[in-house]
């Protein structure tokens, strides 16, 4: 996730550079031949550039608003996976007090184990050595986790019915955050839609020089660079906020959210926390 400072500048460039690349080229020759070549007697009238820009930002701004949301989604997810852990740990320490340091941990893994997975990374070494104690094979380790859970709940008999349904609702809201972070990571942001804001961007850069007076040759060539690059970077914003779980800077903070968790439960149940890396000079969370 980004932080509000320290943000990479270069991040973002690195994104479009070459789309920045095209449009100066174009601009630099469009701009020239406007003037001194078989281009000037060429006039397209300017309410037809301002008509596709138009069609653009209705288009851009519908798809910021639809990628944002799919990103501000899978944030408030977290947000309530965290308030689950707590809850759940909570709930089990003064029912179950007996089991509260197994749920505790195998809770922990559970937060790191589904955010690895929904990025797609490798197990890290603290989730492979748990986990190898099952001696068995998932597919889906993190729901064969909360498995575990409702199997150490329905081990309990002793437990109070109205106590054990609690438990099991908490553990309810787990599998339903785990079930909308692999919603939003399955389904795929229409191509067709980027693809099609992207050709009309270069159709508006294509036909905007020839709306333009012929007056001041430099002030064209800054505006046919400047108006498609606004474009293509609010795009490309929109498209970087519509998977937030694919490892990169814009990313849901996942690990810095799991080691949150695993901070608090360990202190619920009375054992020390690890000590955490802090990465002050870095300009986003993961």
């Known amino acids: 996730m980004l932080l509000n400072k320290q943000i990479s500048i270069s991040y973002f460039l690195n994104l479009i550079k070459w789309d920045i690349v095209a449009i100066a080229i174009y601009a630099i020759i469009a701009g020239f031949l406007d003037h001194y070549g078989v281009l000037r007697r060429i006039t397209i009238p300017l309410a037809i550039s301002s008509l596709v820009a138009t069609i653009v930002s209705l288009l851009l701004a519908f798809r910021t608003s639809q990628s944002y949301e799919r990103w501000w989604e899978a944030r408030l997810i977290w947000g309530a996976i965290v308030n689950d852990s707590r809850t759940l740990i909570r709930q089990v320490k003064t029912f179950l007090p007996e089991e509260a340091t197994a749920f505790a941990h195998r809770q922990i893994i559970w937060c790191y184990a589904l955010s690895e997975s929904l990025r797609g990374l490798p197990f890290s070494e603290k989730i492979k050595v748990y986990i190898s ?17 409702a199997k150490a709940l329905a081990a309990a008999h002793d437990l109070n019915p109205n106590r054990q349904v609690q438990i099991d609702a908490t553990l309810a809201r787990l599998c339903d955050a785990m079930g909308k972070c692999e919603r939003i990571k399955k389904t795929v942001f229409p191509k067709s839609y980027s693809l099609l804001i992207h050709f009309l961007i270069y159709v508006l850069m294509t036909i905007l020089p020839f709306g333009l007076e012929d007056r001041t040759q430099w002030m064209e060539i800054v505006i046919v660079f400047v108006v498609p690059v606004l474009f293509i970077a609010i795009e490309r914003t929109a498209i970087i906020m519509q998977d937030p779980f694919e490892n990169k800077p814009t990313d849901t903070p996942m690990t810095a959210i799991s080691q949150t968790i695993e901070v608090n439960l360990l202190e619920m149940i009375g ?13 986003y969370l993961m």
């Open 133 to 149: 104690a099952y001696h068995t094979d998932s597919r889906n380790w993190p729901n064969f986790l909360l498995n575990e859970h």
């Open 271 to 283: 054992e020390p926390a690890p000590e955490q890396a802090v990465g002050e000079d870095t300009y």
